[in-house]
């Protein structure tokens, strides 16, 4: 049935392997940078979802709803193709011709606003699964909204959004695969550039699903102790 | 510096909307196809059999980390390895959505099924109805009604995937963009308007997943 | 006609059922009583097979549930069970969860399923409310409607889990009402309560349990007077106004 010849060395011998290697650290950068960025902008617009000025509100919810309604191959074609038109035809060549690694940061703006928005879903939704009652109790004891922010809110909000959170981050490294479309270096590009050389495409494809399988599972033990010292018993229903 | 020029999109508005229909097509194939995949494993998911139980969860695992584009470039080279021949793109993406989005329907449909208490189960079975008979008419139908939020949702999701089937060549909306570009480089226009397109799609959707929600809620 | 031989359970390392042993007659009205986690609702709950047990056997009119050949589902179509939590099914009406079980399980007609069923609804003093749905009922009717839901199986016994527990205080008494006319027509029913009301009147046998084991059993109203262990006395000075 398979009239095949598997050829799984191509995955390790020189320079494919190299060039395996390098895709891989290319990801972990793209997908931990972009990462700090997303979160910064989620947590910002995040708040502003919820705060009682309405003016600052309906931006914060048209951004969230914004972003996550364009696919994010749509939004980085965006900003790698139509953006850079807008700009003077001098700053456009510098971008193109001249900085390095352009692609590179165009994918961290593209990958963290898209991620942002979906963030700020999540922070909204863990900030408003607090029961109103936890605020009344602090402030009735006499805290000030600050102290009520730094003690109860706060605390109780980074337990409730770890797992969704966590969620977010993995799918950042996911969609870092994205970037291949614009010749960023990572770990898919390499093994289709693999595929390119040796005409051994399912090997090559094989191995990058291993590579994002190792990060998953790294990233999920690593969640999973951060969750286990922060655990308050009782708190959150492990319904999954 | 370009100026905004909106022909270009008007010529080439035929080309693009059979892109638009190709996005629709694989859509409904990922969504039917992946929704009844999803059901099954779905399923499987729940079984005390540990034959059935142990294979569906490192499906759904498995598929679930990792990127899409390595699915749609795994069946690329797959499927005409087993059928012993070129079968095109579009089947080739099919196969790779149905595949990846049943994973993410199992998820949905066993967390629905899970959700429903325990009492509602027992209950059923105190009257003499088996098994089957009490997912019938109690756990599934209740069910059905708390899924179908993320079942609207992740056909959204399904929706704005296919723009990932670029990859593979496939003349998606997306990709028939990016010809026209190729040809007449006015990037700006073309990659807004796809923009725009999508965003009307797939807010519209939202928003009436939401108002059903909300329908539902006071229906109770 | 329940017998309860040797009957242990475990969660895990945790014993919550220890070596039950009980018979209960026909036309008994038995009452279980005792602290949470005595193990009470875990035994009623293993009468009609809906949990399992490791040690032991219960034999119901001479079936063993322990018996792999012994059909469960049939079983309990002979058993019928009122949930603490009512249970009703919330996307239908008091009359189609009344009537859902004879009509897949016996293949009753509609027509013939309807009328027992608006029948038991007046049984239980709720014939008007038999096309409203679950959500739109008081806690009391709706479990007055599993009562009915329960009966129209016409089962041989009746199980009753802490029935009165999630109720307001003024319909405790509406669905007490039901169960003691059920009592009095010469059902036999085991029922974890502690309406101590209820067991006064119409208990033929109360069973007090603690920690999985069954600690007293008394056939008469001295129990509540005077009870025979130290562990009752405890129970019955903290519930007992």
Redesign the interface.
């Known amino acids: 049935m398979l009239a095949y010849e598997f050829r799984w060395s191509v995955l390790w011998e020189q320079p494919y392997g190299l060039w395996m290697l390098q895709g891989i650290w290319t990801t972990i950068k793209l997908g931990l940078i972009s990462w700090v960025f997303a979160l910064l902008l989620g947590i910002i617009v995040g708040t502003c979802r919820i705060t009682p000025w309405k003016p600052l509100r309906f931006l914060a919810t048209a951004y969230t709803e914004f972003f996550r309604d364009i696919p994010l191959l749509v939004q980085l074609f965006f900003w790698y193709f139509a953006a850079p038109r807008v700009l003077p035809s001098a700053m456009e060549s510098y971008l193109y011709r001249q900085l390095p690694q352009a692609e590179f940061w165009i994918t961290v703006i593209a990958l963290s606003i898209y991620t942002s928005s979906r963030v700020a879903e999540q922070i909204r939704s863990g900030l408003q699964s607090i029961p109103q009652d936890q605020f009344h109790a602090a402030l009735s004891t006499g805290l000030t909204y600050l102290q009520m922010y730094r003690y109860v809110t706060i605390p109780l909000a980074i337990r409730i959004m770890i797992p969704p959170l966590t969620t977010e981050f993995l799918t950042i490294f996911k969609n870092t695969s994205l970037a291949m479309t614009v010749g960023v270096l990572e770990t898919t590009f390499m093994s289709q550039q693999i595929e390119a050389y040796t005409f051994r495409g399912l090997e090559a494809t094989t191995g990058a699903c291993l590579v994002y399988l190792a990060i998953t599972m790294l990233v999920v033990s690593g969640m999973g102790l951060v969750e286990k010292k922060l655990a308050i018993p009782g708190l959150i229903a492990r319904g999954r | ?2 100026i905004f020029d909106y022909k270009v999109i008007v010529d080439n508005l035929p080309f693009l909307m059979r892109g638009l229909i190709t996005t629709f097509q694989l859509a409904l194939i990922g969504i039917s196809g992946g929704l009844a995949l999803g059901i099954l494993v779905g399923m499987a998911r729940l079984s005390s059999r540990p034959y059935i139980y142990y294979p569906a969860t490192l499906f759904v695992n ?1 598929l679930r ?6 699915v749609i ?2 069946f ?3 499927v005409p ?2 059928a ?1 021949r070129p079968l095109g793109d579009f089947l080739s993406a099919s196969v790779a959505f149905i595949v990846f989005e049943a994973s993410y329907f199992a998820e949905i449909i066993r ?1 629905g099924i ?2 429903i ?1 325990k ?2 189960m ?9 098994y089957k ?1 009490t997912m019938r ?2 756990i599934i ?2 069910a059905l ?1 708390n899924m179908i939020p993320s079942l609207l949702t992740q056909s ?1 999701i399904i929706f ?2 296919t ?2 089937a ?2 593979i060549g496939l003349k998606e909306f ?1 990709r028939s963009a ?1 010809v026209v ?1 190729a040809r007449e480089v006015r ?2 226009e ?3 308007f ?2 725009i397109v ?2 009307i799609f ?2 519209t959707m ?1 928003y009436f997943t939401k108002k059903w929600e909300a329908k539902k809620g006071m229906a ?1 | 006609m329940i017998e309860i031989r040797n009957v242990s359970k475990w969660y895990g390392n945790f014993k919550v059922l220890d070596n039950i042993n009980e018979v209960i007659q026909r036309n008994q009205v038995v009452v279980i009583c005792g602290p949470s986690g005595s193990g009470k609702s875990t035994l009623c709950k293993c009468l009609n097979g809906l949990e399992d047990f490791q040690q032991g056997d219960i034999i119901i009119d001479g079936v063993s549930l322990k018996d792999p050949n012994t059909n469960l589902y049939k079983l309990r179509q002979k058993i019928g069970m009122v949930f603490q939590k009512f249970e009703l099914y919330p996307h239908m009406t008091a009359l189609e969860n009344i009537t859902l079980a004879p009509i897949k399980v016996k293949k009753m007609s509609r027509q013939e399923a309807e009328k027992k069923a608006m029948t038991l609804l007046e049984r239980v003093g709720i014939p008007d409310q038999a096309h409203k749905y679950p959500g739109n009922l008081s806690g009391g009717q709706q479990q007055r409607v599993a009562i009915a839901r329960a009966l129209a199986m016409e089962p041989e016994i009746m199980l009753f889990d802490e029935p009165t527990s999630a109720l307001d205080p003024e319909m405790i008494k509406e669905v007490l009402d039901v169960m003691i006319d059920l009592a009095k027509s010469g059902m036999t029913m085991v029922v974890v309560t502690h309406e101590m009301g209820f067991a006064k009147e119409v208990a033929d046998e109360i069973i007090f349990m603690d920690q999985g084991r069954i600690v007293e059993r008394a056939t008469d109203k001295t129990f509540f007077s005077n009870p025979k262990t130290e562990r009752a006395r405890e129970f019955l000075n903290k519930i007992l106004i």
Not at chain 2, 65 to 70: A, G, K, N, W
Request: glycine share 6%; net charge negative; hydrophobic share 45%.
């Open positions: 510096m370009a498995f980390s990792i990127p899409l584009i390595l470039f795994w690329y080279f797959l390895i087993i012993g967390a899970q959700s208490p009492g509602q027992q209950a059923a079975l105190s009257t003499g109805l088996d008979q008419h109690i139908p209740q009604r959204v704005q995937d723009s990932l670029y990859v997306l990016s570009d990037s700006l073309l990659y807004t796809v923009g999508y965003f797939c807010f939202s109770r």
